[in-house]
């Protein structure tokens, strides 16, 4: 079936402009950039390219809206939440395609994508309607103690190009059902899935200047005044460690409130007594979830031992049998990486595992022609020497490497500056939550290798960031506490 007519369409049905008080408008100058197809290199379309000036007018929208919208009932809040819930179930075969064209995660995932934004809406709807506050007697009596929440004020929110509408939507629904406008700035490589989200926004009833959207190639320009302008009160920032330090930095003026969601190098722990079957699916899904570039991808697999040749003969078995193809084409596994410098990077660290003694067991080498493809690749006996046990790889590539001891592979997953995630399988429940409990991450996965969920707080510590999203704690990220002292 020829799918060209509906990839023209998607792309043509989104909105080109820049969200701004309500309105889809050009940029101040006129200027616009391209947006690529990352499965052909070809352009897809052009989008109105932010200038310092449409950053204002944004600030200006933002602040405006702010307090009658802190003001609405949170029910109305909600329902714009569960209103545009709907919006995405409903599109939610066009913008699977529109996702799958400008960032080239095959269709299914790309649905799946979708399903997980909208599921972000969903949960803060909930939350929205539940924010509690407090009413105490002081410890020494006679006065009485009020606690409510207030929202926190206009937020910048700043998103990366690996998951373009799921990263917007944890922050966008939080910060609408607390009450707080947001500017948003998407990745300048996907900001087709944000625009056409912020159509559905509109749609759903979110009155003019509660949010807007600033695709620009100019980032740092546009949001360091925006962060400098003492009228934003929060930054959330999902993205590269090297630029949150940046961000961190510049929001320290004005002393905002920051969520800083950075990067990952997860550790996929396989003990001797494992299901080696259910490790390999685990590491399938760790590893390949987005063709690998994922804040939570496995980038060091440690396997005990005894199974490593066995876990390693069924993961390159696995991985060499997933169909590479353009994101769109039925029955395809693994889609492009992002671009070519992308790709270069994966190459780079693959050649230096393997000229530091690491085996390929499948793949290893980029093919020729059109798009940014790498195969599925196995590397074992990987030294932690190699470059690719201290960097994302942000790649299909499935690194492992050997241990002999738990308190061996604790002190190796620990040695790294990021802390989001680690994997743990293990027949063993207490061992299983040993090792859990000895991991320096904010989340572990515990005989699962998935463990995004709106409904759970995800973040990291160390320089994998700052804060939680989802879960009750995703709120709270938009919310001061007051406390109002009464004498009685
Ligand atoms: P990135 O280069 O840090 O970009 C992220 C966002 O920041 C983009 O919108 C980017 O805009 C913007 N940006 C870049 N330089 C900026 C500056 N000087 N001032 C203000 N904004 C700036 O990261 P990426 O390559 O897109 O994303 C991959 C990274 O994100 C990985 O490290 C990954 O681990 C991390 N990540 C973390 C999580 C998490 O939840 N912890 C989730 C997903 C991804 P442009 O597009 O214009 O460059």
């Known amino acids: ?217 100019r980032p740092g320009e546009i949001t360091e005044p925006l962060l400098r302008s003492g009228v934003i009160r929060k930054l959330s920032f999902t993205g590269s460690t090297g630029v949150g330090r940046q961000l961190l930095a510049q929001s320290a003026e004005q002393v905002l409130r920051t969520s800083m969601e950075l990067g990952g190098n997860a550790g996929f722990v396989v003990l001797e007594d494992a299901d080696i079957d259910e490790a390999v699916a685990g590491a399938m899904a760790a590893k390949m979830r987005n063709t690998g570039e994922a804040c939570t991808a496995a980038n060091r697999i440690f396997v005990q031992r005894s199974v490593i040749d066995e876990f390693g003969d069924r993961l390159a078995k696995a991985m060499s049998e997933l169909p590479v193809g353009r994101g769109v084409e039925e029955g395809v596994r693994v889609g492009p990486l992002i671009d070519e410098k992308a790709r270069e990077k994966v190459q780079t660290l693959v050649d230096d595992a393997v000229a530091g003694g690491a085996r390929v067991l499948t793949g290893g080498a980029a093919p020729d022609g059109p798009g940014y493809f790498y195969p599925p690749t196995v590397l074992t006996g990987v030294p932690a020497s190699a470059k690719m046990a201290s960097e994302e790889i942000f790649g299909p590539v499935a690194p492992l490497t050997p241990f002999d001891t738990e308190d061996e592979v604790v002190a190796a997953v620990n040695d790294t500056e990021y802390g989001l995630v680690n994997y743990v399988f293990t027949n063993d429940l207490r061992r299983g939550l040993r090792v859990a409990e000895a991991l320096e991450s904010g989340m572990v996965g515990l005989n699962q290798g998935v463990v995004s969920n709106p409904a759970a707080p995800f973040g990291g510590v160390k320089a994998s960031g700052l804060g939680r999203e989802g879960g009750r704690a995703g709120i709270e990220e938009y919310l001061e506490t007051k406390y109002v002292g009464i004498a009685m």
């Open 1 to 217: 079936m020829d799918s060209e007519p509906n990839e023209a369409r998607v792309v043509a049905d989104v909105p080109k402009g820049l969200l701004v008080a309500g309105q889809w408008v050009e940029a101040g100058n006129g200027a616009t950039f391209d947006v690529f197809d990352p499965s052909t290199g070809e352009v897809l379309c052009a989008v109105a390219d932010a200038t310092p000036e449409d950053g204002r007018r944004a600030l200006d929208a933002a602040a405006g809206a702010q307090k009658e919208f802190a003001a609405t009932a949170p029910r109305a809040r909600a329902d714009m939440l569960v209103a545009a819930f709907d919006l995405l179930h409903e599109r939610i075969e066009d913008l699977a395609l529109l996702m799958t064209l400008e960032m080239g995660k095959p269709l299914a995932e790309a649905r799946g994508e979708i399903a997980y934004a909208a599921e972000f809406f969903r949960h803060f709807a909930e939350e929205a309607v539940r924010i509690e506050g407090g009413y105490q007697t002081a410890p020494a009596g006679g006065s009485r103690f009020l606690i409510t929440k207030q929202p926190v004020g206009p937020a910048l929110l700043i998103t990366p190009w690996n998951f373009p509408m799921a990263m917007g939507t944890r922050k966008i629904g939080p910060a609408i059902a607390a009450g707080c406008t947001s500017i948003i700035k998407p990745a300048q490589q996907t900001p087709l899935s944000m625009l056409a989200l912020g159509e559905v926004l509109r749609e759903a009833g979110v009155p003019e200047g509660v949010v807007n959207i600033l695709p620009t190639t």
